[in-house]
């Protein structure tokens, strides 16, 4: 199968998606969730689609339980929007997008650190050696 039409098809899956749990999925354990990607094998067969949850782990938890009990729901939705002969299988993923942001922030705010102790440092100081530490030719001692 094209790629490209694997591609066009997760991002139809997840707009499907997004809109079931926006609209028609009306679980109480579902929290603020964002659907970030979905996508499909080659084959089109499995769909795995990624989200992400703001709150505590155990509302991340019960997210994840209210998105497997909804699978069947959803995966429906998807065959009757999309028209494909086989449905794929959906599997929900939680993504780890927000901690590799958070951690990488973190990395950025640790070496903004070290250049500000680094530009403190080199306050005052001097080059160590010749002001000039190139070599002049013989008789060029004023050019």
Do not use: C, W
């Amino acid at each position: 199968m094209d790629a490209a039409r694997a591609r066009r098809l997760g991002d139809r899956i997840s707009q499907i998606v997004a809109e079931m749990l926006e609209m028609r999925i009306k679980d109480p354990r579902l929290g603020f969730i964002t659907i970030t990607e979905a996508r499909l094998t080659n084959d089109l067969r499995e769909a795995t689609v990624f989200y992400t949850v703001y709150g505590s782990p155990e509302e991340q938890a019960g997210t994840a339980a209210a998105l497997e009990s909804a699978t069947g729901v959803i995966r429906t939705e998807i065959g009757r929007q999309t028209g494909l002969r086989h449905t794929p299988s959906v599997a929900f993923v939680a993504d780890d997008v927000p901690d590799n942001v958070r951690h990488i922030e973190e990395l950025v705010e640790a070496a903004r650190h070290a250049d500000e102790d680094l530009a403190r440092i080199r306050e005052g100081a001097v080059p160590a050696g010749d002001p000039d530490p190139y070599r002049k030719p013989p008789g060029d001692e004023d050019e």
